[in-house]
């Protein structure tokens, strides 16, 4: 292939791409840019995020049957003489930078009115200077440092709880689990993976447990992608702790049981943070051995028996794309609805009038399909009524168990000895 | 082309270059012309010990953070200008760099290169884990003072003749360089390392010279991206792509050549820039694979950059004139 006919597509493709766009501006519409990480590594959870957040947008555009949803009756928001979302699709690529480069240019050059994204914490922390600078309301579903919201910015709202909150969440939780039956840890025990994650989640339980008088009796940052944990797991079983807190991706969270087992490592409960113990192989690869472990979640598929809403939503999701929602979708889908619900209001497309409608926000948590109460921003454009969920392995399958008022099925308390299943 | 030519060439250049932003107003397509300018600044850095001296380093965004840190944490500490910071971060860089290539210089050839992948490796997980630089969350600079002495502006303008004077002086720094002793001195370590040594040439020496200046200025893009960026965390300014990205700008444009790191920045980020807007959104990556197409097919057709295509082109077109 020669360099002329390269030239010569590539300059085509920047004649004719504008044409594509300027087609669809003749209707009246609402701009939203959507920056989302739509190649590298988290590519496949960009791409799910960005089906979700279509999702959204073609339920407030053309309706959708049966979904008893603010604004999901179709033809667009009535305040503003049902004009249409569109959304603009920008790729970060992971990439701080990059983030904050395709915000500017979505603002100055594609006009949105709005911004959301970007679930990687360091690209929406770039991205959302940018909108800052510009005047533009950055809408944040996804991103969960803590550091996010006390920037003290302007034009920032971020509608998922922080990591701060996450694990406070595990406290709670306790602290319920003591209520009810009667246990209090006196020995918790703490195995994250060392990087960024794993370490700022052991910092933020080790501050807590010191705060909410909770006894820490090991802490172990182990590297992700070690083949084996055995000194790791002997220095936890010298320890004597009574409660393990572990943080890990999909491999190692495999691992880390297989040599529990071994290792006849059984404390009373093993309390996981997502990610790895979310996903579906950890199940299927450990089978009966990954019962009664607990993990925090954002939102769980057995929900849907809950809320009426999470279940007509789900399916129509599934229906289009063969799969279920998950935390990650979830909260784009609500991020969207969120933004939409605040424009609506504003009555209008200035940046000031979305923000200030933002600020006013007030939904409650029947309209979400999420396990929250609601979604309210304090000043720093925290949602102040988001949390996290716990689930149990029961039987192979998640099960909801606490906050005790959404729970689907109780909790089985403690976990029994290996040699005892 | 005569030194009067290339003197008129350039100096037209620098006022092309100086009222540029004027002729594009739009502070999203400043915001490109800035990082042309960045890409470029440090891949001049890079080109000090990767093209003149023949060191190839795959770490060099260790001395890029250094710099990023060094000048963002002694603001947010202590209240420090960056400007100072930056020059700080130069000096610690610089010495960093020195410690490094005591070490690597034993090295030879690939295994210098991958020694220095490590290095930056290290240092990426040893910030993830240092609390007192923001460990993994990162530093964010304050918003809340503004203008020179804080070098945090609202407008785009003066990032710009900011990253056009960073550029420049480290432009002028190589050029000294290259006119001066050290320029042969590095040029025969890079051609014939024996022959070097034979005629007194202390290869280990030089070679220092030439990583402390090139970390040094490498270290001021880092303290230039976390002011322009507002936030740096190891995610973005330890990154092995942002080594990569140094290194390929200059090989791409020219390497051991003035103006092949702008050249190729040039290059480097239209594309990138172009491809990922056009195609970026549609999430199937088509924008990187036409970006790594092209780098692919320069590689090819023009192995010594393009910088000496253009000298060869440049020459040809003389030897024909001469003919006729």
């Known amino acids: 292939m020669c360099i002329q006919k390269l030239r010569s597509i590539f300059v085509a493709a920047l004649l004719f791409a504008p044409g594509f766009f300027a087609g669809a501006q003749a209707q009246e519409e609402i701009r939203i840019g959507a920056i989302y990480p739509l190649t590298g590594a988290a590519a496949s959870t960009g791409l799910e995020m960005r089906h979700t957040l279509e999702l959204a947008a073609d339920m407030i555009n053309n309706g959708a049957k049966g979904i008893n949803m603010p604004l999901a009756a179709g033809g667009g928001l009535p305040n503003l003489k049902n004009a249409k979302i569109r959304l603009i699709f920008a790729d970060h690529q992971g990439n701080p930078q990059v983030g904050a480069t395709e915000a500017e240019r979505l603002i100055l050059q594609e006009k949105v009115v709005a911004l959301i994204g970007c679930y990687f914490s360091n690209v929406t922390a770039t991205a959302s200077v940018v909108a800052e600078r510009n005047g533009i309301p950055f809408l944040n579903p996804e991103s969960s440092s803590a550091k996010l919201t006390q920037r003290k910015l302007k034009w920032f709202f971020r509608t998922t709880p922080h990591d701060d909150l996450f694990v406070h969440n595990f406290y709670e939780f306790l602290k319920d689990v003591e209520t009810k039956k009667g246990f209090k840890p006196q020995r918790i025990a703490i195995l994250n993976e060392n990087t960024e994650w794993g370490v700022e989640t052991s910092r933020i339980q080790v501050r807590l447990a010191k705060e909410l008088g909770y006894n820490i009796v090991e802490s172990i940052n182990y590297p992700a992608k070690s083949t084996q944990l055995t000194s790791e797991v002997q220095r936890l079983k010298a320890s004597n702790a009574d409660l393990l807190m572990q943080s890990s991706y999909l491999g190692d969270a495999i691992l880390a049981m297989k040599t529990f087992k071994e290792q006849g490592f059984a404390p009373k409960a093993i309390l996981a943070n997502d990610a790895g113990f979310s996903d579906t192989e950890f199940r299927r690869t450990l089978g009966k051995d990954a019962n009664f472990v607990f993990s925090r979640e954002v939102w769980a598929k057995d929900l849907t028996t809950q809320n009426p809403l999470i279940k007509q939503v789900n399916d129509l999701y599934a229906a289009k794309h063969k799969t279920d929602f998950n935390g990650n979708s979830a909260r784009s889908f609500t991020g969207l609805f969120v933004l939409a619900d605040a424009i609506n209001r504003a009555g209008s497309t200035a940046p000031e009038a979305i923000r200030k409608a933002l600020s006013e926000t007030d939904i409650p948590g029947n309209q979400l399909i999420m396990p929250w109460s609601g979604v309210k921003f304090d000043a720093a454009g925290q949602n102040t009524l988001g949390r996290g969920i716990i689930v149990q392995i029961q039987d192979g399958e998640f099960a909801t168990v606490w906050p005790f008022d959404i729970a689907t099925k109780d909790l089985i308390w403690p976990m029994p000895a290996w040699d005892k299943r | ?324």
């Open chain 2, 1 to 324: 082309m005569t030194p009067k030519q290339r003197n008129t060439l350039i100096v037209s250049g620098m006022g092309f270059a100086l009222v540029l932003p004027f002729i594009v107003s739009n502070p999203s397509h400043q915001n490109y012309l800035i990082l042309v300018l960045m890409f470029a600044q440090i891949g001049v850095a890079w080109n000090i010990l990767g093209g003149y001296v023949g060191q190839v380093s795959l770490g060099h965004v260790a001395f890029f953070g250094i710099g990023a840190y060094t000048s963002t944490v002694l603001l947010v500490s202590v209240g420090l200008s960056p400007w100072i910071g930056m020059l700080i971060g130069g000096v610690v860089a610089a010495f960093f760099g020195l410690l490094i290539g005591w070490i690597c210089f034993r090295f030879k050839g690939h295994y210098f290169t991958m020694a220095t992948i490590a290095v930056a490796e290290i240092l990426q997980v040893l910030f993830t884990n240092w609390e007192g630089v923001g460990g993994a969350v990162g530093l964010y600079v304050p918003l809340d003072q503004q203008g020179w002495w804080a070098m945090v502006f609202n407008s785009k303008l003066p990032y710009y003749y900011i990253a056009l004077g960073l550029f420049t002086v480290t432009l002028l720094a190589n050029w000294a360089i290259e006119k001066s002793f050290l320029g042969y001195y590095f040029r025969a370590i890079k051609d014939d390392p024996e022959a070097a040594r034979s005629l007194g040439v202390s290869l280990t020496d030089y070679k220092l010279v030439a990583i402390a200046i090139s970390s040094f200025f490498a270290a001021l893009g880092g303290s230039f991206y976390a002011q322009k960026e507002l936030f740096i965390d190891p995610g973005s300014v330890l990154v092995t792509s942002l080594s990569i990205k140094m290194s390929l700008v200059t090989i791409l444009g020219g390497i051991g050549s003035l103006f092949g790191p702008l050249v190729g920045s040039v290059l480097l980020t239209g594309i990138e820039e172009a491809t990922r807007q056009i195609l970026g959104g549609s999430g199937m990556g088509i924008d990187l694979i036409i970006y790594a197409t092209i780098i692919i097919a320069v590689a090819i057709y023009y192995p010594t950059g393009i910088l000496g295509w253009a000298k060869r082109f440049l020459r040809r077109g003389k030897k024909a004139e001469d003919g006729a």
